[in-house]
């Protein structure tokens, strides 16, 4: 029997053996569009699943299984499929999960794009949407309804950075016989596994902390793996959202540093928080890992640490929050996160635009509201940064 590892070492030797690939220490990148078969019958047999092995890249390929291994053991799954960016593995999900006429419950807010699609998805489909807190079992119970396909949830949520008890939810949706969604790009699995807390299947975009360099677009998603095989025959299949090989290859070697990159980014970004919360030209901070956080007895319950995503807000004018962005230096205006070089941004005008501004409000996504991704610089100078811009706005 395997002997177990831990997360550290999972992250560097799972999904893949060296004695498989001619000894090769780093994993080969298969760069082919198709794959030759020995006869025709054989390819008979793979077409109708009679036999395994490789067709075509976009049903199969040997980097790509790697990382989609290495993935589904980090987060305990049975099984994850690999998609060319985050919202092709949300969309992939969310039409797999769905049909006309059904309902989707959110968590109050998500990422822009993903609101996009939910109201795409009833402008042409009729898919249904709400937004819930998910405060409460009660709250949760009554919002269900019979029509009701997936409960979809944002832990921590983007921007506001609200928590959701993922063991609650999943309870609930477990008597219901409802499968619950988790986007768990702000956590990664090493600061969070909603599988082990009951829900049923995991998204990532692996842009962001697995990738960790903000040279990658790719999304991941993980669960039971009968669910992951009919996704991938189907839905990715056919709609075509697959991940290249040598991004795939890139993916498997960012993951190897997840763990040494996060613990550096939850330790700077626990130190900048505090000194946001003492800066007179801050008014709200917003991170788990403070005490004063509303969901801070969730972070210790279900994350492993505060993260490295700090959403703030400053006295002052949408005006006055862009000129204190433009007033950085070290600091990038991008809307990216989990990178090398942290990275801020204004979600009302950029990450969130697209939701009307309504909406937003309802989110708690205020024209004075900034987020920053704590990158892997020294805090000393991120904070310097940080404060020179800030005493900017006098």
Known sequence: MKKETRFETEVIHSGYDSREYKGSLA?????TSTYVFENARQGERRFCGEEEGYIYTRLGNPTVKMLEDRVAVMEKAEAAL???SGMAAVSATLIALTKTGDHILCSQG?????????????AKFNITHQFLEMSSREQVEQAIRPETACIYIETPINPTMQLIDLEMVASVAREKRIPVVVDNTFCSPYLQKPLELGCDIVIHSATKYLCGHGDVIAGLVAGKSEWIKEVSMTTQKDIGGVLSPFDAWLLLRGIKTLPVRLDRHCQSAEIIAEKLCAHPFVDEVYYPGLKTHQGYEIMKKQMKKGGGLISFTIKGTKEEAQDFLDRLNLIKIAVSLGDAETLIQHPATMTHAVVPKEAREEMGISDQLIRLSVGLEAWEDIWSDLEEALNGLK
């Open 110 to 122: 998500v990422y822009g794009c993903t609101f996009g699609l939910l109201e795409m998805m009833e």
């Open 82 to 84: 690999a998609f060319s």
């Open 27 to 31: 994993p080969p990148i298969f760069q």
